[in-house]
């Protein structure tokens, strides 16, 4: 799984956020619990593989990340990757869910576990 704080350029997730993904049973291969997000390469992303790819951008809205994802189409090095043939690319809301630790972690976390099951989530 790839947790991006940002698109363009690529940001993966820091901070608590690779903890997250881990106790809702993913495998997070580009960020680093405990360490802040970082800039990654687009071929460091394409070289992951990841299976699932959440967007979940700071500072933006679920519809305003939406939005950015034709960013991720529209690179070469990325159209083999499972997540992009498979649809499993997700954006969310990174305000409300992932830019700030606090009480609503128990909310990123059951949403990033409906993600993992394929199931939609409401809480976008």
């Not at 799984?1 to 997730?13: F, Q, R, S, Y």
């Not at 106790?23 to 299976?51: C, H, I, M, N, Y």
């Not at 305003?64 to 992009?84: N, W």
Request: glycine share 12%; with cysteine.
């Amino acid at each position: 799984m790839a947790l991006l704080e940002w698109i363009d350029p690529p940001i993966c997730g820091g901070h608590w956020n690779p903890e997250l993904v881990e106790l809702a049973g993913g495998v997070d291969g580009l960020g680093k619990a405990g360490t802040p997000s970082r800039t990654l390469t687009w071929d460091e992303l394409a070289a992951w593989q990841p299976e699932v790819l959440v967007a979940a951008c700071c500072g933006y809205s679920a519809e305003r990340t939406r939005g950015e994802l034709a960013l991720l189409r529209g690179r070469p090095e990325l159209t083999g990757l499972p997540c992009l043939r498979n649809g499993r690319v997700y954006a969310t809301d990174g305000v409300a869910l992932f830019s700030r630790p606090g009480p609503s972690l128990v909310a990123s976390l059951e949403h990033l576990e409906a993600l993992l099951a394929g199931a939609t989530c409401q809480a976008g």
